[in-house]
């Protein structure tokens, strides 16, 4: 679990209800870059992780998917 989504979730919630003040929309803006980067973050180790294998067993992973696994190695 996200610790500050809750956070994001409260904002949110305030912001169609009562609007936000300036302070508020700049912590909303922070709490959302932050969660963006942690969501592509989960979604990068899931794609360096995976192998493609056509139906006969053969190795069939993209060049490029290679390369970055090789990459992130170093």
Known sequence: MIPFLGRINQLSRKQRS???????KAEQAELR??????IRGQVRSTMLSLTVVDPEGND???LKLV???GESKM
């Open 18 to 24: 009562i609007g936000l003040t300036e302070e508020e």
């Open 33 to 38: 870059q932050e969660f963006l980067r942690l």
């Open 60 to 62: 069939v992973t993209p």
């Open 67 to 69: 390369n970055e696994k």
